[in-house]
């Protein structure tokens, strides 16, 4: 099972905001194994089912890296850290380069030129990100 930054206890007894700055680990939980809609049961909402699942897909790739999410990583483009800047800039230029592929491909799904794809198979054809290495 995959581990994930538990979000919702940051700031919380035994948890602080800042946990980085005190050295201290971030309170882990495991990502839910099952993704939360299929979009074969509902054929009326299809792109919202994979809006949700890539959007959980960025959140777990940030929180790789010890950030919140992927909006907080995104936060940090223009850090005087250079390597959180980094991991930022290499962050949004694959969000955005995941986003354009899946509204490209989802207008097809919405357009019935293309089969709905199971969410796994979906997120499998995400293009994958890259990284800065660590210095």
Known sequence: MTQVIDTARIGKKGYPR????YGVEPPMMDAP???PVDPASDPASPVEA????IQSL????AQTRHYD???TISTY??????VWAAEAQAFV?????VWAYAYAELEKVEGELRPIPAIEDFLAEL????WPDAE
């Open 33 to 35: 194994e099952e993704l």
């Open 77 to 82: 483009v223009n850090s005087t850290n250079p």
């Open 93 to 97: 230029a694959w969000r955005d380069a």
């Open 50 to 53: 994979f809006r949700i699942a």
């Open 127 to 130: 293009p994958a990100i890259s």
């Open 69 to 71: 999410s992927g909006t």
């Open 18 to 21: 800042h946990y980085q700055a």
């Open 58 to 61: 960025l959140d777990v790739t």
